[in-house]
C-alpha cells in the first residue's frame, strides 16, 4: 500500500517558494551589505573624496585586491600591503603589519541627502587633528598645508633602494618615480618630519615618506587628494599611485584596504553572520524547514508500533458485508464451500507444504503445525463447521458467517501469530 505524502503538492510549492524568495533576499541584502551606500572617505564611495576609483584602478591593473572588513593587519601577514586610509581620528585604533600604507585624513565631508553618495559641505580638518594621527608615528610632525613655495624635491635613489620590495628593479622604478613626482593636488597637505625617510618631497614637506617602527615598514602619504576620486585623474597622479604602490607591496603581493577604520566590522563569526541580516531570513527558512523535517520524521524512529489489532465487529461486518452481497446474487452457499479450500492453499503456500500431499493430507500437515504453535481448535474442526453451515437450510445466516470468521482468524493466527488478526 502507498504511504500517502507528508505534504500537500500546495505545502511544497509554498515552501519552494519561500525559500527561493529567502535565497533573493539574502542575495540582495549581502551585495547591498558588501557595498554600503557612503560618500564618505571609504571603497565603498563614489563622492569626490571616496577611494573607489582606487580601488578600481588597482583591480583594472591586476593587482590582486581585498577590502577588508575584520582583522585585516592578520590577513596582510608578511606577503601583503595593508592601506590604511584616511582611518578614524582615535590614537591606537588601528594595527599595524609588516608593510603598511598610512594615508593621513584631510577633509571633513556632508553627505548631500537629496543626491545619495555626493557630498553638500566640504571643509577641510583641523591640522591639529590631522597631526594627532601622524604624532602616532613622530610625537614632533607637523601638518602644513597650502604652502606658498612648494619646489618639488628630486626622488632619492638610496631610498626607493631600500624600501622597494616589488619585482621593478630600483633604478627603473626610480627614474619613473622621478618623472611623475610633481603631482597636481589642489590646497596640498604635507607633513614636516626628521624621523619619516622622504621619497616623494618638496621644499616645505613630505608628500610621501617611509619610517621603520618596531621592524614593520609604514609608508606614509600626507595627502589623500593623490589617490581620491577627485583627484586620481589629474596629471600623471594615477600613474605615480601605481608605481607607488609597487615600490611598497612585496613582491606580487595583495593589497588589502581596511574598511574596518570606517566603521565597517563584519564579525568573522559563522553563528553570529547567520542570524544578522542579509543572512537571517535564509537562516529562518531553514530552520524552519529542519523543524518540519524532524516533525514528520518523528514518528519513523524507535521501537516498532505493535501492529493494531482491528475490531472483531470491523472484520465481521466486512465479511458478513460480503455475505449479503453473495447471498442477494445466489452463490453464498458455493463462497462458503470454496473458502476452507483458500485458505488451506494459502496456508500451504505460506509455510512451504510439500507438494505431493492430497487435501486430505494438507489439512492433517497445517493440523500438525498449528498444534505445535498451540493454536486451538484444529483446522479440521473448523474446516467441518464451515461445510455443514454451508449446507444448511435455509442458507446463509449467522451460523455461516461464524464459521467463515472462525477460519480467517485461525488463519491469521498461525501467519502473523497471536493477537495480530
Known sequence: MAMEPVFSPRTVAVLIICGVLAFAGAA??????????????????????GHRAFLELLQRRGIPTIVSRNNSAEKAGRKALLVLAEPGLQPG????????????????????PAHPGWVRDLAFQPLETVERV????????????????????????????????????????????????????????????TAIEPIVSAWAGILVGAITVGGKTLFVISDPDLLSNAG?????????????????RPGDGTVIVDEVVHG???????????????FLAATAIALAALGVLVWAASSRFGAALPAPQPGAAAESDLIENAIDLLQQAGHEQEVARAYPGIVIRELAQQFHAPRNLTPVQQIGWIDRLGAA??????????????ETAASAFPPGGPRLLQAIQRLHDWKQEMIHGSGRH
Do not use: H
Not at 585604533?93 to 585624513?105: D, G, M
Not at 610625537?139 to 631600500?162: K, Q, Y
Open 264 to 278: 565597517f566590522f563584519r564579525s568573522p563569526s559563522l553563528w553570529r553572520t547567520l542570524f544578522s541580516l542579509p
Open 232 to 248: 586620481i585623474g589629474r596629471g600623471d597622479n594615477a600613474a605615480l599611485v601605481l608605481d607607488l604602490v609597487e615600490l611598497m
Open 28 to 49: 540582495y541584502f549581502a551585495i547591498a551589505n558588501d557595498q554600503p551606500g557612503t560618500s564618505g572617505t571609504n571603497v565603498y564611495s563614489t563622492s569626490a573624496v
Open 134 to 193: 601622524i604624532r602616532q608615528l613622530d610625537r614632533n610632525a607637523l601638518v602644513i598645508r597650502e604652502p606658498v613655495d612648494i619646489g618639488w624635491n628630486e626622488t632619492s635613489a638610496a631610498a626607493v633602494r631600500r624600501y622597494n620590495a616589488g619585482r621593478t628593479a630600483d633604478e627603473t622604478l626610480t627614474d619613473r618615480i622621478r618623472g611623475r613626482a610633481v603631482p597636481e593636488i589642489e590646497g596640498l597637505q604635507l607633513i614636516r618630519s
Open 373 to 386: 504453535r498451540r493454536i486451538e481448535p484444529s483446522f479440521e474442526t473448523l474446516y467441518r463447521d464451515a
Open 93 to 112: 585604533s588601528y594595527a599595524l603589519c609588516e608593510r603598511t600604507l598610512l594615508i593621513l585624513p584631510k577633509w571633513a565631508a556632508d553627505a548631500d
